[in-house]
T-cell receptor, first 114, second 112 residues
Framework: KQEVTQIPAALSVPEGENLVLNCSFT??????LQWFRQDPGKGLTSLLL?????REQTSGRLNASLDKSSGRSTLYIAASQPGDSATYLC?????????????FGKGTTLSVSS | EAQVTQNPRYLITVTGKKLTVTCSQN?????MSWYRQDPGLGLRQIYY???????DKGDVPEGYKVSRKEKRNFPLILESPSPNQTSLYFC???????????FGPGTRLTVT
């Protein structure tokens, strides 16, 4: 059964620093990988979706990469800002669990100090 | 505006009192699903629906029911809520399970 792990669970950085969030998954048979942002007590905002055939996707200061063979994805945040403080979740739709949409990691909680 | 809406956003109820959380999407999506989010356990899928009248269990379906009579609506029903169903609930929709999932704002449920 697909398992998704995110390390570290929490990260604190000063404003302006570039940072990398990690996501690993056990079953490489995935169709895509999605990164979300969640603010405390709020809903999930989709940040980036990488299809299995892609190596990376970029949106503004965010860049997500995908290495299916090693079961890893990274989310790179450039020039971090206090407004980036949130929990970041990665999720994959498992290829071999009929109907189940997304298996989530438990997230990395990012705190950016000014 | 394309969106997934949920109602109510906050609900406090007592054990055993039936309740329904509504979910509606305006994107003509075929796939809809419900998740619950709990500290330390993350997000887990409760039920999903691949189209009208087609529903199936996710990872944690016990104590929940769903129905999909119309494409846009996918209500979550708790026939006899218990305190262990206190959680943050999210509805999501998509073209299919293999496409980008769009999430609603969440419903915070407390069962006392």
């Amino acid at each position: 059964k697909q398992e998704v792990t995110q390390i570290p669970a929490a990260l604190s950085v000063p404003e302006g620093e570039n940072l990398v969030l990690n996501c690993s998954f056990t079953d490489s048979a995935i169709y895509n990988l999605q990164w979300f942002r969640q603010d405390p007590g709020k809903g999930l905002t989709s940040l980036l979706l990488i299809q299995s055939s892609q190596r990376e996707q970029t949106s503004g200061r965010l860049n997500a990469s995908l290495d299916k063979s090693s079961g890893r994805s990274t989310l790179y945040i450039a020039a971090s800002q206090p407004g980036d403080s949130a929990t970041y979740l990665c999720a994959v739709p498992p290829a071999n669990q009929a109907g189940t949409a997304l298996i989530f990691g438990k997230g990395t909680t990012l705190s950016v100090s000014s | 505006e394309a969106q997934v809406t949920q109602n109510p956003r906050y609900l406090i109820t007592v054990t055993g009192k039936k309740l329904t959380v509504t979910c509606s999407q305006n994107m003509n999506h075929e796939y809809m699903s419900w998740y619950r989010q709990d500290p330390g356990l993350g997000l887990r899928q409760i039920y999903y629906s691949m189209n009208v009248e087609v529903t199936d269990k996710g990872d944690v379906p016990e104590g929940y029911k769903v129905s999909r009579k119309e494409k846009r609506n996918f209500p979550l029903i708790l026939e006899s809520p218990s305190p262990n169903q206190t959680s943050l609930y999210f509805c999501a929709s998509s073209v299919s399970k293999f496409y980008e999932q769009y999430f609603g704002p969440g419903t915070r449920l407390t069962v006392t």
